[in-house]
């Protein structure tokens, strides 16, 4: 009995270690530190591996509620609190990779609201992973965005996976509660599709070297 017992709870303790942990959703996943490498999904797209870095200012970065998926467009709802507020000349750094998860679309572009004040952020868009802060290779899309505005940009080139850096300037008599960034998609054709289109431009080049030939001819 007692190693049955104990072979019991063997198994189940290799099951509970091996089984692995999933990602929850962003909406209200609260402080982005603790997610790891699980990371949080929504609206087809996987965030994970966040990291903050302040300096000048004890910070925390959650992922609020109002979170949303329009279209195809996922918009995270960053909360921001620091202290002191309002703070002088300091800087909050927000690492994260995000990464499509069925495969049927690609990340084409980016967008940031600041509502902050005296806030300047900065967003930068890398298809590598960040090297000591910067973006070594693949540049993406780079943002600077001032308070109480919103930017867009297209991604150089989509991407299923992306490595993004912001830069959350702190200037005189400054502060920032929340800021939304969203991630657009753009659906991926399928291999039929592309043979098909494939197709198409043979057959219209076809019909266009016919005419010029028969132009010439005449």
Known sequence: MRRLLALSLLTLGLVMVGAPAEAIPCMGAGDVALLGSSGCEQGGLKFYDFAVSPAG???K?????????TNQDVNLNFQVSHDPSP????DIL?????QTINGVADISAVDLFNPGHN???RETVCASPFDGGTCGSGLLADLV???NSSLAAPLASR????????DIQ???DSFISEFTNSHDLASTPEPATLLLLGGTFATLGMAIRRRRAAGQAG
């Open 170 to 172: 702190l200037l005189q």
């Open 87 to 90: 703070a002088n000349l300091a």
């Open 94 to 98: 927000l690492y994260y990779t995000v």
């Open 57 to 59: 200012v004890a910070a």
């Open 145 to 147: 965005v001032p308070g």
């Open 61 to 69: 970065i959650l992922l609020g509620g109002f979170t949303t998926v």
């Open 119 to 121: 806030v300047t952020i």
């Open 159 to 166: 991407q299923s996976i992306a490595y993004i850096r912001k």
